[in-house]
């Protein structure tokens, strides 16, 4: 398979009323992108997200973005933040359609989601939890920077592993004796 050119690559964040409307089980409304199975956020990521916005969390930090390829007007996946940060910590979520693939699509995505975070001033962590039989993904969050720090049962029950991307130069950066400070 062909790898995905950076340039090619924009998150879109989705709309509030596509959000309602993949919600409702109803077509959404994109604009003449190709969109194949598997590539629209699922009913767990939307549920989340509109629960958030009822909370008031800004839609930078609950509502997901399309991963897009400006040069085959295809939806490739999508990604996000789960919720706002919380003392300096936020955690993403992504998921590329099973056709796009082994292509470089989730590390250009979460690479974009890494420089939303690091120039918001509010984060200095991004976390990311993976199922341990999830090797693609954490090859990918480790290409990027991430470092595994342990084991967890997240909220859904599921053993995942913790990865843990510092923005560089930050208190929590330089206090990691296992990374270096950018």
Known sequence: MQAVEPESIQLLQLS????????????????????PEGALPPSKTVARALAQLELGTPALWCIPFLMVSTSRSMLLGACGFKTAPVNGRVEIGYGVARTERGRGVATIAVGQLLQLAAT???????????????????????????????????????????????????????????????
């Open 16 to 35: 509030v009323p596509n959000l309602r409307r993949l919600a409702a089980s109803e077509p959404v409304e994109l604009a003449a992108l190709h969109i």
């Open 120 to 182: 918001s001033d509010l984060v200095q962590q991004v976390v990311a939890h993976i199922v341990p039989d999830n090797i693609a993904s954490s090859k990918t969050v480790a290409r990027l920077g991430f470092s595994a720090e342990g084991t967890l049962v997240d909220t859904d029950g599921e053993l995942v592993m913790r990865w843990v991307w510092r923005l560089p130069g930050s208190k929590s950066a330089r206090s990691n004796p296992l990374r270096g400070s950018g």
